[in-house]
């Protein structure tokens, strides 16, 4: 289960500012915030710790993916942050999400809960024939999705990051418990920019997710906090 709020809004703006202008339209306490590379790289750990006290539920979206022991480290780094959900890529290999989740348990302060460990599967900008023809990994997406959906939960991780496409067949053989956490969301009508994989809110909760990533629907509509709550109010009226 994700705590309260599903509605996963990717905050990917470049300064804290934009960030600030941006939220202060919504009631921040209970608001599920993402935090990603742009984010992250541009203005540092300062603002996860605003956004906390702001009372946001965090994703902090850095899909990490080297070798096993850097992978520990930087999580062991990570796990101080407090935020709810992190990850890394299903692509690193067992090993490396093993790795992950040591660095997590060893840097998460106690008394506190260790963060949410998912593993991204393919992006959902990757499509059929990327896949097959440039990174030269054979095979359907939704088979290779499935496959490294299993790794990530041998090596003891909470769940994935996927397209909500690849939901049922995830569920069915990992468990429901197992998280599905799946941005490529775009509401009826609206333009798909550079993803690929993607469904409405509606549809991907039909399909089983357990939550949903939305960026670009909601920061860049005329009205972002009509547009959120639109988003809401489909995921809400859907039949689980
Ligand atoms: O603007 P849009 O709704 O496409 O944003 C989707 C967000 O989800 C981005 O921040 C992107 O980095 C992230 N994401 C994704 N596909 C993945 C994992 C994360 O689109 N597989």
Not at 112 to 134: E, F, H
Request: hydrophobic residues 40%.
């Amino acid at each position: 289960m994700i705590d309260n709020n599903p509605v996963y809004i990717a905050l990917d703006f470049a300064k804290p500012q934009q960030v600030l202008d941006f939220l202060d339209r919504f009631e921040t306490n209970g608001l599920a915030v993402k935090i990603g590379m742009e984010l992250f790289y541009h203005t540092g750990p300062a603002l996860i710790a605003d956004l906390k006290g702001a009372g946001c539920q965090i994703f902090l979206d850095l899909k990490l993916h080297d070798i096993p022991n850097t992978v520990k480290k930087a999580m062991k780094g990570l796990a101080g942050f407090g935020v709810d959900i992190v990850n890394v890529h299903a692509a690193g290999g067992n090993t490396m999400m093993e790795a992950a989740l040591e660095g997590l348990d060893q840097g998460t302060p106690p008394g506190k809960k260790r963060p949410k460990c998912i593993a991204v599967t393919q992006l959902t900008s990757t499509s059929q024939q990327m896949m097959n023809q440039y990174l030269l990994i054979g095979g359907k997406i939704e088979d290779v999705a499935l496959s490294y959906a299993r790794l990530a939960q041998s090596a003891g991780l909470d769940g994935v990051v996927c397209s909500p496409l690849e939901v049922p067949s995830i569920k069915k053989r990992c468990g429901k418990d197992f998280l599905t956490v799946t941005p490529g969301i775009r509401p009826a009508g609206s333009v798909e920019d550079d993803q690929v994989r993607i469904t409405t809110p509606k549809r991907a909760r039909e399909l089983g997710s357990d939550a949903i990533v939305v960026g670009r629907s909601i920061t860049k509509a005329d009205d972002p906090l009509l547009a959120y709550h639109q988003i809401q109010a489909e995921w809400s009226e859907a039949n689980e």
